[in-house]
T-cell receptor
Framework: AQKITQTQPGMFVQEKEAVTLDCTYD???????LFWYKQPSSGEMIFLIY??????QNATEGRYSLNFQKARKSANLVISASQLGDSAMYFC??????????????FGKGTTLSVSS | SQTIHQWPATLVQPVGSPLSLECTVE??????LYWYRQAAGRGLQLLFY??????ISSEVPQNLSASRPQDRQFILSSKKLLLSDSGFYLC???????????FGPGTRLTVT
């Protein structure tokens, strides 16, 4: 069975600093995808970044990068130059490949990020 | 561009009352559609998914049901709500074979 673990219930960072949100996963699948979503207080889940287990390079999307270490089964999210608008709950998730409709996103419990000025 | 809508945004219902939550997607055809529930302080749990009209699969046994009467419309229903049905319900869509799932704004349901 797949499992996502996010050990940091809350993280605090100052504006313009970088922050790393931890995520470890467990799966017996050979191919899988790893995702990070942002959930602000409004509740909407916003897709941030995706990494395939077969991708050799770490994914980047603007200020977001995914530090993927397959041997350690970790997929940490790095946010560079934090902004006040980054304050939100962040969820790590994974999904088995191939991406069929019935393969659900398995979510961690989330990390609350608070950015201060 | 694609957009996904959910309504209502918030709902307070008494135990034993019926439920109908609606989700519609614009700007795409034949999407895969999903209903997730998020309990307080937890991640999301997949409830139902659909690969086409009238094709619904359930992931967990419960007193909820889902229907897809049109290609881009997904409805979550219950005949009699339980207290444990309270939570944040999110609809999502994806293209077949695609990695990303995109979520709607959600419905916050409180059963009293």
């Amino acid at each position: 069975a797949q499992k996502i673990t996010q050990t940091q219930p809350g993280m605090f960072v100052q504006e313009k600093e970088a922050v790393t949100l931890d995520c470890t996963y467990d799966t017996s699948d050979q191919s899988y995808g790893l995702f990070w979503y942002k959930q602000p207080s409004s509740g909407e889940m916003i897709f941030l970044i995706y990494q395939g287990s077969y991708d050799e390079q770490n994914a980047t999307e603007g200020r977001y990068s995914l530090n993927f270490q397959k041997a350690r089964k970790s997929a940490n999210l790095v946010i560079s130059a934090s902004q006040l608008g980054d304050s939100a709950m962040y969820f790590c998730a994974m999904r088995e490949v191939p991406f069929q409709a019935g393969t659900a996103l398995i979510f961690g419990k989330g990390t609350t990020l608070s950015v201060s000025s | 561009s694609q957009t996904i809508h959910q309504w209502p945004a918030t709902l307070v219902q008494p135990v034993g009352s019926p439920l109908s939550l609606e989700c519609t997607v614009e700007g795409t055809s034949n999407p895969n559609l999903y209903w997730y529930r998020q309990a307080a302080g937890r991640g999301l749990q997949l409830l139902f998914y659909s690969i086409g009209i009238d094709q619904i699969s359930s992931e967990v046994p419960q007193n909820l049901s889902a229907s897809r009467p049109q290609d881009r419309q997904f409805i979550l229903s219950s005949k009699k709500l339980l207290l444990s049905d309270s939570g944040f319900y999110l609809c999502a869509w994806s293209l077949s074979g695609s990695a990303e799932q995109y979520f709607g704004p959600g419905t916050r349901l409180t059963v009293t």
